[in-house]
Nanobody, 125 residues
Framework: QVQLVESGGGLVQPGDSLTLTCATS????????IGWFRQAPGKEREGVAC??????????YYADSVKGRFTTSRDNTENTVYLEMASLKPEDTAVYYC????????????????WGQGTQVTVST
């Protein structure tokens, strides 16, 4: 029901910054929880960030591995969610996905209902 398209990935050097964009569409897509996930080659998919609105307040969650470096935000008017990534490290290299769900960000989980196609982020010298 909710459609998502990620963009903004690319090749950057360690220490660089990059912003990913998740364009969403569908009924009430702006009220869904939007999670950011990543999957590196040979590794399990992991959640890195999530944003949701509950009872008039917006809540943000980050994995310990990205806390302090990544920031997620939402533009409700344009139904767009952003993931600002700073101080990138080689271990941040992965395919990044945004996903939407009618539920909440917590507890941490991978079973969000709708997923984008993914965008590659490569951090390398």
């Amino acid at each position: 029901q909710v459609q998502l398209v990620e963009s903004g990935g690319g090749l950057v050097q360690p220490g660089d910054s990059l912003t990913l964009t998740c364009a969403t569409s569908g009924s009430n897509s702006d009220s869904y929880a939007i999670g950011w996930f990543r999957q590196a080659p040979g590794k399990e998919r992991e959640g890195v960030a999530c944003i949701e609105k509950s009872e008039g307040s917006t809540f943000y969650y980050y994995a310990d591995s990205v806390k302090g470096r990544f920031t997620t935000s939402r533009d409700n008017t344009e139904n767009t969610v952003y993931l600002e990534m700073a101080s990138l490290k080689p271990e941040d290299t992965a395919v990044y996905y945004c996903a939407a769900d009618r539920g909440h960000c917590l507890p941490p989980r991978l079973d969000f209902a709708s997923w984008g196609q993914g965008t590659q982020v490569t951090v390398s010298t």
